[in-house]
């Protein structure tokens, strides 16, 4: 168990039960109110964020000839829940930095400044690593799916009987959705196994021993969360294996050293 002392001093003051309980209490209503906040605007703008989503599938659209297209909804109520998912989907993203803060103010006093400055980087690393995850799938694989997906239309077939993509919103809204958490939470390998390693439960070593099971690993996990096509699987094994990669570069660098005798 880590002691106190001089060259690594922990700022926590002794408080009683119902004072950490009551500062919880505090973190978890500035959380609240800020996603509700979120909420609400992005609520306002869900049209336009929903726009966004859809523009993708919107320039895919317009390559095609005769692209006068639309998205629909069969239920009276489907837009509108479609509306306050993607409020929901948008505070989420707009809120996470308080959230995040409001968690690490309620936990940093109990730790010691060798564990801040340990945990910092990964704090940091967690949501750009997000973000670049779901950048990568808005901005390359969307693109490329949603053509290849459109490709098996034939608005002139031979058999006199035209199939045609007519997207619902809400199912759009779902795989956009499911691909881009699924893209931000697989980016998160870095900061896992760096994680692990910096408490020495894997090495450097060992991921690089097992490199090969790894690669079938990510191409195995790129078919679990991506839908069944080769170009979004693909885009998301490749960028895996790069993180893979990454990750071991980061956990010799994070790994305890071993005192050679």
């Known amino acids: 168990m880590a002691t106190t002392t001089d060259d690594d001093p922990i700022h926590d ?20 109110v800020t996603f509700l906040l979120a909420f609400f605007v992005c609520y306002y703008f869900s049209q336009h964020i929903y726009g966004f989503l859809a523009r993708p599938l919107a320039d895919a659209l317009a390559a095609k000839p005769g692209s006068n297209r639309a998205l629909i909804y069969t239920q009276l109520y489907e837009a509108f829940f479609t509306y306050l998912r993607v409020a929901f989907f948008g505070a989420a993203f707009v809120s996470f930095p308080v ?27 967690t949501p750009v690593l997000f973000v670049a995850g779901a950048a990568l799938a808005y901005y390359f694989v969307f693109p490329f799916a949603w053509r290849f997906f459109i490709s098996f239309e034939t608005p002139n077939s031979d058999a006199g009987i035209p199939i045609q993509l007519m997207p619902k919103v809400g199912e759009y809204l779902d795989l956009v959705m499911k691909l881009i958490f699924a893209f931000g939470v697989a980016f998160q390998l870095p900061v896992a196994l760096a994680l692990l390693a910096k408490v020495g ?3 450097s070593k060992g991921l690089k021993k097992y490199r090969r099971y790894a690669y079938v690993g990510m191409f195995i996990i790129a078919a679990i969360l991506a839908p069944p096509d080769v170009i979004t699987q693909m885009g998301l094994a490749v960028p895996l294996i790069l993180l893979y990669e990454v990750s071991i570069i980061a956990a010799k660098i994070v790994e305890p050293k071993r005192d050679e005798t």
């Open 13 to 32: 003051k002794p408080m009683p039960l119902l004072d950490h309980l009551i500062e919880l209490r505090r973190r978890l209503l500035w959380s609240s």
């Open 99 to 125: 959230v995040a803060t409001q968690l690490w103010l309620f936990v940093a006093p109990g730790l010691y400044r060798s564990e801040k400055r340990a945990i910092a980087p990964f704090l940091v690393a």
């Open 201 to 203: 439960i894997i090495s």
